[in-house]
């Protein structure tokens, strides 16, 4: 109970201070909510929700590993955009035989995306340097990249107004499924849930995944237990850039088969927000992700009824400020109470060892 | 207008006997001819220039009586903005202009507008269309090449409604009808009237985003400045690498940019950066010493948010989006939409450039000349750099 009633307290606490905003705005509150749940049930915005709440989750589970390691890698963003562009533009330029050519193109935009990490990551565990300047500065070098690739004397391809990598061929994309007038759910939709269950397992029930939160934790801790600390941040930081790699590949290999100028950014960033909400456990995770989709997505009939949607970016923010503060209230109570519990039971078991 | 346009054409015609009697090449800002813009502290004496083309004819302008008696009160216009939406001060509220004019031309009583947001995602550029389409409106107007894919999508799954967009012209089908503008012939003529301008014979142009939109402002530009003085120096810096599109919302990098511009000795800077093109006019003002700056999109001499750099805002390069939004509903509302045209040149007068503050106005000649040639198809002009 203590793990979900913070975020359900926080989500009603966002929806009541957009409420108070709506009204100072002039509009009706009840409407505009009212409107964006109708929408899920609307077209093809409930697969729309589930495709991007895919690549939220993706995104949030690579920003988790990083902070149970106590890294807390900014530079999802940079790493993912590398390694997309890479990916996009070897797809396009290979012929394999379907399946292979596939995973292949995943393969590439993992290792893309962990070697765009292992800059910070040796920076980190050689030099000392600051994860978070550095891949900060990574970030905003990633555009620089894109920039160069993406011309059309590189590997761009220039099609009226828009430039973009060339199409990945029929071979490496993933099929969809189905789903008529409701729209086509991402095939790829089943390698976040697969990433899922890795992440769940590995940190959960495997040393290695012992030994990361235990570095994290404590370094010296772990030292003393013969951990190498060294070691566990370059695994950690490797391994939190090869699932951002994979970040935009449901898309990528699903719907948009190259890469371009057009494409959106800023997975990276809500990945910290979604992996905030969910505090690093992969259902937390997993419903920050379709939580944050589904406000993306049904932001968009707000149009439609003159409401201004930067409310709902006021509302995605208020909810992870909101839920970080809840659970820090809630986490110094339960180690009052377990202070207090603790003190009680020494102060009985004094007496009791007194007596005998 | 007439009436000056045949003056001007007059002086063109004498000019260019004097030119041809200098030689190939004359000095225009020289004492003598009185086109000093004054308190310039550059060195220059302005370019060598080349021998400008022959006098355009006074054409007759084209008459711009659409819409005229056509009722489009039964229109439920969808207009669908790029990033930014309306008050942008760019091409969204262009478009929005165009709307106004057609509520007030035509009688259109029904309009939803929407916007896009910065770093959506395809679905949700697809769904914002569909919605419109399915709530009933038609024609739905797309604003920026960004909605591209999405149209392509979203036309197919409704053919019965009629869509235009602006600044793409890749998607063939038989209800998307594009709205182009030859923004790099406009920018030749910017670039003329920079040459003509410049007393350093040395000039500067800020590009926002490296994309190929923007590349065709620059093409445009350097090729006009070069076909006007062969010798010229140009300055040449984009703010942001294509895909990066906060290069036009970024006045403080613009800023930056053309100070160092200026530094370097350009005196005319041209920007095409959208609201970064603040920064390039404040750098420029700052600078003083007659230095000038150019305008894009709409006349930025009457924008509110340049409104303090008034005086040194040379001229703007127009692409009159308002003009092809307000001309399709009309041809919409006529039935008329196979004959409305998809690309908009010097010829239509949809891009061009702008005489208010009268800077230019003792330029008009020569620009009128170099417009004619790219009519007649002497000049061609490419949308590549």
Redesign the interface.
């Known amino acids: 109970m203590n793990r979900i009633l913070p975020a359900i307290l926080a989500v009603i606490f966002a929806v009541l201070l957009c409420s108070v905003a709506l009204l100072i705005s002039g509009d009706d509150p009840v409407q505009a909510f009212t409107t964006m749940i109708t929408q899920v049930g609307e077209g093809q915005t409930a697969v729309n929700v589930i495709n991007t709440g895919a690549v939220y989750f993706i995104a949030g589970l690579a920003v988790a590993i990083g902070f149970k390691m106590n890294l807390f890698n900014i530079g999802i963003e940079g790493q993912y955009r590398f390694a997309v562009i890479v990916a996009a533009i070897y797809g396009g330029a290979v012929h394999l035989p379907p399946g292979i050519h596939t995973l292949t193109i995943l393969l590439v935009a993992a290792v893309a995306g962990a070697v765009y990490a292992l800059i910070p990551a040796l920076l980190k565990a050689y030099r000392g340097v600051s994860e978070v300047i550095s891949t900060i500065m990574l970030n905003s070098i990633v555009a620089g990249i894109t920039g160069v690739l993406v011309k059309p004397d590189m590997f761009g391809v220039q099609s009226g107004n828009n430039l973009a990598t060339a199409p990945i061929p029929p071979s490496g994309r993933v099929p969809g499924i189905p789903l008529g007038s409701a729209g086509t759910l991402f095939g790829l939709v089943f390698l976040a849930v697969l990433l899922g269950v890795g992440y769940w397992f590995t940190l959960g029930r495997t040393r290695f995944g012992f030994e990361l939160q235990a570095s994290g934790e404590s370094a010296t801790a772990a030292a003393a237990g013969g951990v190498n600390a060294r070691r566990m941040v370059l695994i950690a930081m490797l391994l939190s850039g090869a699932v951002a790699g994979l970040i935009a590949m449901p898309e990528l290999l699903g719907r948009d088969f190259s890469y371009g100028i057009n494409a959106p950014q800023g997975y990276g960033f809500t990945g910290i927000a979604v992996a905030l909400i969910g505090r690093n456990s992969p259902t937390g995770i997993a419903i920050g992700a379709l939580l944050w989709s589904f406000l993306d997505k049904s932001a968009v009939s707000l149009d439609n009824i003159g409401v201004s949607r930067e409310i709902v970016t006021i509302m995605q923010g208020v909810i992870v400020l909101s839920v970080v503060v809840a659970y820090e209230i809630f986490r110094r109570r339960e180690l009052k109470t377990q202070q207090q519990r603790v003190g009680t039971e020494f102060l009985s078991g004094k007496t009791a060892g007194g007596e005998a | 207008m007439k009436h000056r346009r045949r003056l001007g054409a007059l002086g063109v015609a004498a000019l260019a006997g004097t030119l041809m009697l200098a030689g190939c090449a004359k000095d225009v800002n020289g004492p003598g001819s009185g086109a000093s813009s004054g308190g310039g502290s550059g060195t220059g004496q302005g370019c060598k220039l080349a021998a400008q083309p022959p006098a355009a004819p006074a054409a007759a302008t084209s008459s711009q009586e659409q819409g005229k008696g056509v009722d489009g009160s039964k229109m439920r216009v969808g207009l669908a903005y790029d990033i930014g939406g309306r008050g942008d001060a760019s091409f969204n509220d262009a478009a929005y202009r165009g709307l106004e004019e057609a509520r007030a031309k035509l009688g259109v009583k029904d309009s939803?507008?929407?916007?896009a947001?910065?770093?959506?995602?395809?679905?949700?550029r697809?769904?914002?269309l569909?919605?419109l389409a399915?709530?009933g409106f038609n024609p739905i107007i797309t604003v920026g090449?960004?909605y591209?894919?999405s149209l392509k999508a979203v036309a197919k799954q409704r053919p019965k409604t009629q869509f235009a967009i602006v600044?793409?012209?890749?998607i063939k089908l038989p209800n998307v009808h594009p709205l182009v503008f030859a923004s790099e012939q406009g920018s030749f003529l910017i670039g003329v009237a920079a040459a003509y301008k410049s007393k350093n014979c040395h000039i500067g142009f800020v590009g926002g985003v490296?994309?190929?939109?923007i590349q065709a402002f620059e093409a445009g530009y350097l090729q006009g400045a070069k076909a006007a003085a062969p010798g010229i120096k140009i300055e040449d810096d984009y703010l942001?690498?294509?895909?990066?599109n906060s290069g036009f919302n970024d006045p403080s990098t613009a800023s930056l940019k053309a100070s160092g511009q200026l530094q370097k000795g350009a005196d005319v800077i041209y920007h095409a950066a959208g609201a970064s093109g603040k920064g390039v006019f404040d750098a420029v003002k700052q600078a003083g010493g007659g230095a000038l700056g150019i305008g894009v999109d709409s006349d930025q001499y009457f924008q509110p948010t340049v409104a303090n750099d008034k005086d040194i805002i040379m001229t703007s390069m127009v692409k009159k989006v308002d003009q092809a939004v307000f001309g399709y509903l009309a041809a919409f509302a006529s039935n008329k939409l196979g004959g409305y045209p998809k690309r908009f040149d010097l010829s239509t007068g949809a891009v061009g450039y702008t005489r208010s503050g009268g800077k230019i106005n003792d330029i008009t000649g020569p620009l009128d000349a170099y417009k004619q040639q790219i009519i007649d198809g002497k000049i061609q002009v490419k949308d590549k750099p």
């Open positions: 939803r507008e929407v916007s947001q910065p770093n959506e995602t395809e679905d949700q697809q769904s914002r569909r919605q399915d709530d090449y960004s591209a894919e600044d793409d012209d890749t490296r994309t190929p939109l942001k690498p294509a895909g990066d």
